[in-house]
């Protein structure tokens, strides 16, 4: 038996052998995923990787963001099909109202989180804890509001018009990350090997 604690604080102990460990168990969902984002890129249909990034990201935070740039760069070079684009918003969004009608970056950005859960739904994930949904009072309107605190940095992978991975997200208890997907990507083979 080999006995590892989890960086979510909890101790497993797994057979080693032919038994599959409760870790392997429990990241088969990720993996899943990720390998689905993996496969699809670098092949002949177009993928667009849409980075999300908070406007109000600290400098602590720009060593991350820069090897996130890096990395995407890498992949869209060596696979020509795949292209990125990156959006800003805030740190947090809000449920749109009467007033945000007429305003289009709320409706794209209330849209683009709207497909994320359509996502993690489907696929049996949850954007939370990264993506954290309060409800707030406000003080003029005398209404709640729904609030979503958004990560600094995500990934949205789309193929075919269809998203097929979001990342930060968690399936089966376990974190599919940033990074976990952009090091998958880096194995993809170049277009045309």
């Not at 088969?28 to 390998?35: C, D, H, N, Q």
């Not at 400098?59 to 020509?80: A, C, F, G, M």
């Not at 696929?123 to 990560?151: D, T, V």
Request: proline letters at 6%; aromatic letters at 6%.
């Amino acid at each position: 038996m080999e006995v590892r604690a989890s960086g979510r604080g909890g101790i497993r102990a797994s057979p080693r052998g032919g038994e599959v460990g409760k870790r392997q168990d429990d990241e088969g969902g990720k993996l899943a995923i990720i390998e689905t984002i993996a496969s699809r890129v670098g092949q002949d249909s177009p993928v667009t990787i849409t980075l999300w990034l908070r406007g109000d990201a600290s400098p602590s935070i720009q060593d991350r963001i820069d090897w996130v740039l890096e990395q995407l760069h890498h992949v869209t070079h060596r696979t020509p099909s795949t292209e990125f684009n990156v959006r800003v918003w805030g740190s947090y969004l809000r449920h749109p109202n009467e007033l945000d009608e007429d305003d289009p970056e709320v409706q794209q950005r209330w849209s683009a989180y709207e497909a994320f859960e359509a996502w993690s739904a489907e696929n049996g994930c949850s954007l939370e804890p990264a993506f954290r949904r309060r409800i707030e009072q406000s003080y003029f309107a005398k209404e709640s509001c729904e609030m979503i605190r958004l990560p600094h940095i995500t990934l949205a992978v789309r193929s075919e018009g269809n998203i097929i991975g979001v990342a930060p997200s968690v399936v089966d208890g376990t974190p599919i990350t940033v990074p976990e997907v952009l090091t998958r990507l880096q194995a993809v083979p170049e277009s045309g090997e």
